[in-house]
C-alpha cells in the first residue's frame, strides 16, 4: 500500500501529500466512515472547512487515530478555511480556534480564507468595508502563533493573488480554487509558480455530485447544464489504455501539472480507486491531448458574492450574462 503518496514542498519547507480526500458534502453522519476508509488506504491529507459543518465528526477520527497510535500527529496534513462570514481580521483567531477544538487539534496544516469576499455574521448582507488584504493580516496572525502551519486563499482569480502578495508579511503557500479537464486554471497556475505557491485542485472530477447538494434550509442550486469530464473521448480512450477508471486518469493529469488533488468521495471503493493512481504515467502526448481538449466551463460561479468589490468572477458573471 502507498502511504501519504508524493509530496509537495510548500515554500516554508513544510510537506504536504499531493492527494488529500475532501469532504465538502461529506455529511456528518458518513464523513466518520470515508476518512477511516482515507486513513486506512494511504491518504494523509484530510481537507474540511468550518462552513461544511463536518470538523467535530472528522476531528473524532483523527482523535481516535492519533491516541491509538496508528497515526501521529506529523504525519497528517489537515486544511481548514475560514467562512466569510468572519473575513474580518479580528475574528480570524477565534474562528480557527474553534475549528481547532472540533478536530481537537493544537494547530492545522493549513488554513485558507475560504471565499475573498467578506459578509456579515449572518451572511445575509455583503461587508464591502472589508479587502482581503485585511482578512490576510488576521490569517497572518493565526499563522504567527503556530495555530496554522501554512496559510492560503480559495475562490481567489490571477489580481487578488497579486494583490496579497505585494502587501503580505508572510506570503500565500497555498491556492485552492476549482480546476479540471474543462477549467484547467492556465493562467492561474503559472502565476502561483512564479511566486512558489503551491496550488489544489478542487472538484479534480468536475464534481458530478454538486447537483444534489442541498442548502441548510434543504433548498437545492440551480446548476448550468455541464459537460461530463467522465464520458470525454480522451479520458475513455486512455482509460483503457492503462486499464484505469476515467476518474483515475482524470486525477493522474493533475497530478501530473504538479497539482495537489482532493477528489471527494463517501463510496469506499471510490475512495480508495482515487488514491490508486501512482503506478502508472501518462505520455507527453497523452497529457497535451488531455491539455487541449477545447471544452470549457467553470462550474462553481458562486453567485452569492456577485456585487462585491472583492467578487473573484466579476469579469467572467459579464462574459456569460
Known amino acids: ?38 486513513l486506512d488506504a494511504g491518504y494523509r491529507l484530510i481537507d474540511t472547512a468550518t462552513c461544511y459543518g463536518n470538523e467535530k465528526e472528522i476531528g473524532d477520527v483523527l482523535h481516535e487515530y492519533l491516541t491509538s497510535g496508528k497515526l501521529k500527529r506529523e504525519e497528517l496534513f489537515v486544511t481548514t478555511k475560514l467562512w466569510c462570514s468572519h473575513n474580518r481580521p479580528s475574528e480570524v483567531e477565534g474562528q480557527i480556534r474553534e475549528s481547532l477544538m472540533k478536530l481537537q487539534l493544537d494547530y492545522v496544516d493549513l488554513y485558507l480564507a475560504h471565499m475573498p469576499a467578506a459578509f456579515n455574521h449572518e451572511m445575509t448582507e455583503q461587508d464591502h468595508s472589508v479587502t482581503l488584504e485585511q482578512t490576510w493580516t488576521g490569517l497572518e496572525g493565526v499563522y504567527e502563533k503556530g495555530l ?42 503559472e502565476l502561483c509558480k512564479k511566486h512558489n505557491i503551491s496550488f489544489t485542485a478542487y472538484a479534480p472530477l468536475g464534481s458530478p455530485g454538486r447537483v444534489n447538494w442541498k442548502l441548510p434550509s434543504g433548498a437545492k442550486l440551480v446548476w448550468a447544464e455541464a459537460k461530463n ?19 483515475q486518469i482524470l486525477l493522474r493529469h493533475l497530478l501530473q501539472r504538479d497539482l495537489a488533488i482532493i477528489p471527494k468521495s463517501t463510496n469506499e471503493s471510490r475512495i480508495k480507486e482515487n488514491f490508486n493512481i501512482f503506478d502508472f504515467k501518462l505520455t507527453v502526448e497523452e497529457m497535451k491531448e488531455l491539455n487541449d481538449v477545447k471544452h470549457r466551463q467553470r462550474l462553481f460561479f458562486q453567485d452569492f458574492m456577485e456585487g462585491h468589490p472583492e467578487d473573484p468572477f466579476k469579469a467572467e458573471r459579464v462574459q456569460t450574462s
Open 1 to 38: 500500500m502507498t502511504v501519504g503518496g508524493p509530496m509537495i514542498t510548500l515554500y516554508n519547507g513544510r510537506q504536504m501529500p499531493q492527494v488529500g480526500l475532501g469532504t465538502w458534502m461529506a455529511y456528518p453522519n458518513e464523513v466518520a466512515a470515508a476518512v477511516r476508509t482515507a
Open 148 to 189: 496554522a502551519k501554512a496559510i492560503g486563499l480559495s475562490n481567489v482569480n490571477c489580481e487578488q493573488v497579486e494583490r496579497v502578495q505585494k502587501s503580505a508579511k508572510v506570503k500565500i503557500h497555498n491556492v485552492q480554487v476549482e480546476c479540471y479537464l474543462y477549467f484547467p486554471q492556465y493562467e492561474l497556475v
Open 229 to 247: 469530464p467522465l464520458e470525454n473521448d480522451v479520458v475513455m480512450k486512455l482509460a483503457t489504455k492503462y486499464k484505469k477508471t476515467s476518474a
